[in-house]
Nanobody, 125 residues
Framework: QVQLVESGGGLVQAGGSLRLSCAAS????????VGWFRQVPGKEREFVAT????????YYVDSVKGRFTISRDNAKNTVYLQMDSLKPEDTAVYYC??????????????????WGQGTQVTVSS
């Protein structure tokens, strides 16, 4: 089992940047694929990005391609989401999620087994 804690959210002006972190407990975090999702009140949770166990494979939703970068540091049990050129429509609660996978290159858009509590990102225009 793994516990996830997000941090790094906040208020930023349009065009600005934030880096979210997802810190995981447990010694086997490198066995998990990780995803970032976001949710706006009244809407369904949306997939944002996913990264493989070894960090070598990743996918993004079209709306963030070229602006967001997902990465991971397994030695620190942490996955990051670097968000640049932020837009007001990026405003949401951002969640990280994880699930164990066998393949080093596997990624996933869901479903996931473990979720963090979320961190609020607000982009002002």
């Amino acid at each position: 089992q793994v516990q996830l804690v997000e941090s790094g959210g906040g208020l930023v002006q349009a065009g600005g940047s934030l880096r979210l972190s997802c810190a995981a407990s447990g010694r086997t975090f490198s066995s998990y694929t990780v995803g970032w999702f976001r949710q706006v009140p009244g809407k369904e949770r949306e997939f944002v990005a996913t990264i493989s166990r070894n960090g070598g494979v990743f996918y993004y939703v079209d709306s963030v391609k070229g602006r967001f970068t997902i990465s991971r540091d397994n030695a620190k049990n942490t996955v990051y989401l670097q968000m640049d050129s932020l837009k007001p429509e990026d405003t949401a609660v951002y969640y990280c999620a994880a699930k164990p996978v066998l393949s080093y290159s596997a990624t996933s858009r869901g479903p996931y087994d473990y979720w963090g509590q979320g961190t609020q990102v607000t982009v002002s225009s």
